[in-house]
Nanobody, 127 residues
């Protein structure tokens, strides 16, 4: 079991950057794939990016490729989401999620595939 806590959100102007952190507590964090999702008011939750257990493999949705970078530090039990060139449409609550996974390359992209979720962290981008 892991517990996840996001931090690093806030209000920024378009074009700015933020780095979100997802800190995990519990054991064997290196056995968990981690994903980031976001949900804007009135919209469905949207997959953003995922990273494999070791951090060697990542995947991001097309809308964020080139602007968002996911990474992890297993020694610190933390996953990061670096967000650059922020746009107003990036405004949302950002959630990290984790799932214990056998595959070293596993990078789940669907919300129901994850069974541990953080409380969310708001990112607001003004134009």
């Amino acid at each position: 079991q892991v517990q996840l806590v996001e931090s690093g959100g806030g209000s920024v102007q378009a074009g700015g950057s933020l780095r979100l952190s997802c800190a995990a507590s519990g054991r064997a964090f290196s056995l968990y794939a981690v994903g980031w999702f976001r949900q804007a008011p009135g919209k469905q939750r949207e997959f953003v990016a995922t990273i494999s257990r070791s951090g060697a493999n990542t995947y991001g949705t097309d809308s964020v490729k080139g602007r968002f970078t996911i990474s992890r530090d297993n020694a610190k039990k933390t996953v990061y989401l670096q967000i650059n060139s922020l746009k107003p449409e990036d405004t949302a609550g950002y959630y990290c999620a984790a799932v214990a996974i056998g595959s070293l390359d596993g990078r789940p992209r669907q919300g129901p595939e994850y069974d541990h979720w953080g409380q969310g962290n708001q990112v607001t981008v003004s134009s």
